[in-house]
Nanobody
Framework: QVQLVESGGGLVQAGGSLRLSCVAS????????MAWFRQSPGKQRELVAI???????NYTDSVKDRFTISRDNAKNTVYLQMGSLKPEDTAVYYC??????????????WGQGTQVTVSS
């Protein structure tokens, strides 16, 4: 069984920084892309940033130049460094990954979510 566990959320003032981490564990053969999504109350879940297995990056426009996604393949971990935070960044942040387990099954996995609250 594969699990994604996030950490690093919390309360921060506008202009501050936070670093989210997400560790994948279990019967992992290979991890393809890893990503961060977020969802605010009353809004749809949106893609924030994605990093491919080859290191390719993509960000939603609203976080470009403020957020940085990275991964440590040896630790099966993806990070989201968030800077210049704004109140509109307040959301539950979810880790997402496409993982091949046991050398056979490819599935999309989600973490349980971590709350990020930015006060004005």
């Amino acid at each position: 069984q594969v699990q994604l566990v996030e950490s690093g959320g919390g309360l921060v003032q506008a202009g501050g920084s936070l670093r989210l981490s997400c560790v994948a564990s279990g019967s992992i053969f290979r991890i393809n892309h890893m990503a961060w999504f977020r969802q605010s109350p009353g809004k749809q879940r949106e893609l924030v940033a994605i990093i491919t297995s080859g290191g390719g990056l993509n960000y939603t426009d609203s976080v470009k130049d403020r957020f940085t996604i990275s991964r440590d393949n040896a630790k099966n971990t993806v990070y989201l460094q968030m800077g210049s935070l704004k109140p509109e960044d307040t959301a539950v942040y979810y880790c997402n990954a496409v993982i091949i387990s046991n050398g056979i099954f490819t599935r999309v996995y989600w973490g349980q979510g971590t709350q990020v609250t930015v006060s004005s």
